[in-house]
């Protein structure tokens, strides 16, 4: 049955993974008509919270209340059926399959005579449903043909076709575009004004002030702050889920820049590149900035040997290098933190010390074997350096947090100790405070005289730590700016204008 306004109560969940408790008497209710924003750092136990809502995982203690009867769930179909729906920090809609197959995968419209699925009946209702929420999406697209904040749409729509009346949606905006996500919003205070309750996880303190109601702070498996978001500010929540005040956010940059030490002449590839050509000094930071698709990715990759370079070379230390594999790449120095974590970065059923030493495995080789005891003392050291939480570094990846994750490719290539550093969206996913650390990081590598390129779709962050800022659009480099003569709008302007 449909709950009649979906007001939630959770109470005293408890949930332990082996030697790990994710959750401890967390006790968290939001109200009908409301964007509740859940915050906390990595590992402080949202997803894990939010699974337990919608159905992924049973609770080891503590009830869910909705209203007013206790409710509980053996999967994700029971939740759904109770109106509760979530969309998870990693999408997942078949590709091959169209926007309206994906709406009514497993739940298909059958009609009786003949006895086969009702293809125009599901086209027509979710053709209705776009209507009636103003979404441009066409229910016979493949999935494979739309951007990710379109994907976003359709998950929506999976959710408001089951008559959702809590919507989860964990870290959505991560990787959507600057106006992908304003319109998210737009969305959101929509679904709420139609009385729905959504359930917001953002590590973006801005987009959090911008859509919430209430908000609920967790830290260490236990809500430690709750109530109106007007009652609170960016620097009292970030202290509920740190413990202390964070200053010094973005560390001061004085490092001394020296010589040219890797140059790009002319790169082009068929990916998206085109004629690219820009250079990294030694101890010098280089942000690059622009929009979702502008080939910030793709120089990255065909830098590092992943995508075919057709024109074009690249000098490290004035001396040519030919890269025709990642394994070239490593050789000469050169590391690449890629912004997908999942496809692209990590092995996840793997443990994390592996996925650590991976491309560093000459450091513990020992002709005939590895040698476990350095790989364990490389492993702690680095996990220690980008504060992973991990309840051992041989855990599999897939068992850390979204943002812990991530952590362990910073660790790795740390580890890589190379001259020429690639962070391709480094600070994905990862919450303030680590944030910070990886801020710092970035200037310690400099100050250790290491060139950095540093992608990032965040202008704050390119501005707090980049000594120059390189913009592309549409495969091609439009801007090579220092950051103390530019300013964002400036580069939001070269990012997004077409001539
Ligand atoms: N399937 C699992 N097996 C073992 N441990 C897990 C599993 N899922 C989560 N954990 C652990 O539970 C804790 C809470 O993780 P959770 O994913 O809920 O964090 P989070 O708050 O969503 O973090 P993030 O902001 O990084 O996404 C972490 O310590 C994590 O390692
Ligand atoms: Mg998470």
């Not at 082009?268 to 929009?291: C, H, P, T, W, Y």
């Not at 090579?480 to 001539?499: F, G, R, Y």
Request: net charge neutral; charged share 25%.
């Amino acid at each position: 049955m449909t709950p009649q306004t979906g007001q939630l109560h959770m109470e005293k969940i408890l949930k332990v993974f082996g030697p790990v408790t994710a959750l401890k008497n967390a006790t968290f209710s939001t109200r009908p008509g409301t964007v509740h924003a859940l915050c906390g750092e990595n590992g402080a136990g949202k997803s894990t919270l939010m699974k337990i809502l919608s159905g992924v995982y049973q609770p080891d203690g503590g009830k869910i209340v909705m209203d007013d009867r206790e409710i509980e769930f053996k999967n994700p179909g029971q939740a759904l059926d109770a109106g509760i729906s979530m969309l998870y920090q990693e999408l997942d809609l078949a590709e091959d399959l169209t926007v309206y197959e994906n709406i009514f995968l497993g739940n298909e419209l059958i009609s009786r005579i003949p006895l086969v699925v009702n293809r125009r009946e599901m086209i027509s209702r979710t053709a209705e449903l776009c209507r009636q929420n103003g979404f441009d999406i066409q229910p016979t697209a493949m999935i494979k043909s739309l951007t990710l904040g379109q994907c976003q749409i359709v998950e929506l729509l999976k959710a408001l076709m089951r008559k959702a009346k809590i919507i989860v949606m964990d870290e959505p905006t991560s990787s959507l575009t600057e106006s992908e996500a304003q319109r998210l919003f737009k969305i959101v205070k929509d679904l709420r004004t139609q009385g729905l309750t959504i359930i917001y996880i953002s590590h973006r303190m801005e987009e959090v002030i911008q859509l919430a109601d209430d908000i609920s702070v967790l830290r260490d498996g236990e809500i430690v702050a709750t109530g109106s978001l007007a009652d609170m500010n960016i620097s009292t929540i970030v202290k509920h889920m740190v413990g202390r005040e964070l200053d010094d956010f973005f560390p001061p940059r004085h490092t001394k820049i020296g010589e040219i030490y890797f140059q790009a002449i002319g790169l082009k590839s068929n990916e998206g590149v085109q004629e690219v050509s820009f250079d990294v000094r030694r101890g010098e930071i280089v942000g690059m900035a622009g929009l979702v698709g502008a080939g910030r990715t793709e120089v990255a990759r065909t830098i590092f040997g992943l995508q075919q370079l057709t024109a074009g070379h690249m000098k490290l230390d004035n001396k040519p290098v030919k890269i025709k594999h990642p394994s070239d790449a490593i050789k000469k120095g050169i590391a690449l933190l890629t912004e997908d974590r999942k496809r692209s970065g990590l092995c996840t059923i793997l443990p994390c010390s592996w996925n650590m030493t991976l491309p560093n495995y000459t450091q513990i080789n020992m002709k005939y074997f590895l040698k476990l005891s350095k790989e364990r003392q490389l492993c702690e050291k680095f996990g220690q350096k980008v504060s992973v939480k991990w309840s051992h570094p041989n855990a599999p990846a897939n068992s850390l947090s979204g943002g812990n994750q991530q952590k362990i490719l910073v660790g790795r290539w740390l580890m890589a100790n190379s001259e020429f550093m690639i962070f391709d969206e480094p600070t994905r996913g990862i919450d303030i405070g680590a944030k910070k650390e990886i801020y710092h990081l970035l200037n310690e590598l400099a100050a250790e005289n290491k060139a950095i390129l540093f992608i990032s779709s965040e202008l704050p962050e390119l501005f707090g730590v980049c000594d120059r800022i390189l913009v592309m659009r549409r495969g091609r480099l439009v801007g090579d700016l220092k950051t103390q003569e530019t300013t964002p709008e400036k580069v939001m302007h070269l990012a997004a204008v077409e001539e």
